[in-house]
Structures are given as C-alpha cells and as structure tokens.
C-alpha cells in the first residue's frame, strides 16, 4: 500500500505564509513528479506546482513568485511553501504523486487534502 499524507494547512491573514508537506509511505520502489493542487469552493481542481524527481519545477502563473515547491527525496516528501497569500488562495490543497510500487506497477496517488484559508 501507498499512502500520501499531508500536514500544514490551517488559517493565515492576508499577507502570511503557511509551509504544506506531504510524505509518501509505504512500499516505494521510485517517485517520479510530484505536485499541488487546489480546489476553491464552486471550482474545478487546478495545478499549482510540480517539481521532478531532478528537481525541475513548473508553477501556475497565479502563484509564480509567491509559492515555492521542493523536494527531500531521501524523505520522500514534498513540500509548498506560501508566501504573501492571498484570500484568492483559499482552497483545499492535494499533494499529487507518480510513484513505481515495489511490485512494479506505476500509478498515480493524491493525498486527502488539507485546507488553506486566508482571511482577516
């Protein structure tokens, strides 16, 4: 089994910073991309970030500048961390991963969402 757990969601002010991490567990052989997604109230899912298993990132041009994604392979983890942020980014957020099981199968995972809010 594959899990992906996230912690770091919470209530934040205009203007604040929250760091989102999300660890992949259980029988692992590789992961490839892994990413954040959010979805608002009333919306369709939306990317926010990739980074590769090298470390290439690809970010949404709302959150350029802002929010930075990384990586600690070693800990097979990912993290976003969200600066200046803003109620447009209120939303529920969902770690996204590519991961090669151990049995040898390739699919991908998401985690079960934590929520953001920003407001005052």
């Known amino acids: 089994q594959v899990q992906l757990v996230e912690s770091g969601g919470g209530l934040v002010q205009p203007g604040g910073s929250l760091r989102l991490s999300c660890a992949a567990v259980?029988?692992?052989?590789?992961?490839?991309?892994m990413g954040w997604y959010r979805q608002a109230p009333g919306k369709q899912r939306e990317l926010v970030a990739t980074?590769?298993?090298?470390?290439?990132?690809n970010y949404a041009d709302s959150v350029k500048g802002r929010f930075t994604i990384s990586r600690d392979n070693a800990k097979n983890t990912v993290y976003l961390q969200m600066n200046s942020l803003k109620p447009e980014d209120t939303a529920v957020y969902y770690c996204?991963?590519?991961?090669?099981?151990?049995?040898?199968?390739?699919?991908?995972?998401w985690g079960q969402g934590t929520q953001v809010t920003v407001s005052s």
């Open positions: 980074i590769t298993s090298g470390g290439t990132t």
């Open positions: 996204n991963a590519n991961i090669r099981r151990l049995s040898g199968s390739t699919r991908e995972f």
């Open positions: 259980g029988s692992i052989f590789s992961i490839y991309t």
